[in-house]
């Protein structure tokens, strides 16, 4: 059973940066990709944000976070970094990690699509 642990969540003012960390347990980073999701106040869905395939180090990124967060991955740690920079109110979330088995790539933003998460870090960014 794969385990996810997230941290680094925060407050923050607009313009700020964070890092946050995602720690894998029960699991390797050679087999599982990773993604970012965050859900906002107010909504029921999960958006995606980003995702890595850590053997390969490809990304990918949600348009409204393009140029703006970097997903990485610290084999060694079995930990996945998410830098978070020109922070906006818009991104004020819970922000979740998850893994899913390797498979070709599609619907990486879609959270139906994973199979494992984390229990989630708040992140609020003031204006």
């Known amino acids: 059973q794969v385990q996810l642990v997230e941290s680094g969540g925060g407050l923050v003012q607009s313009g700020g940066s964070l890092r946050l960390s995602c720690e894998v347990s029960?699991?390797?980073?050679?087999?599982?990709?990773i993604g970012w999701f965050r859900q906002a106040p107010g909504k029921e869905y999960r958006e995606g944000v980003s995702w890595i395939r850590s053997s390969s180090s490809r990304t990918d990124y949600a348009e409204p976070v393009l140029g703006r967060f970097t997903t990485s991955t610290d084999n060694a740690k079995n930990t996945v970094y998410l830098q978070m920079d020109d922070l906006k109110p818009d991104d004020t979330a819970i922000y979740y990690c998850?893994?899913?088995?390797?498979?070709?790539?599609?619907?990486?933003?879609?959270?139906?699509?994973?199979?494992?998460w984390g229990q989630g870090t708040q992140v609020t960014v003031s204006s």
């Open positions: 998850a893994a899913r088995r390797y498979r070709p790539y599609y619907d990486v933003f879609n959270g139906e699509e994973y199979d494992f």
């Open positions: 029960g699991g390797s980073l050679d087999r599982h990709d």
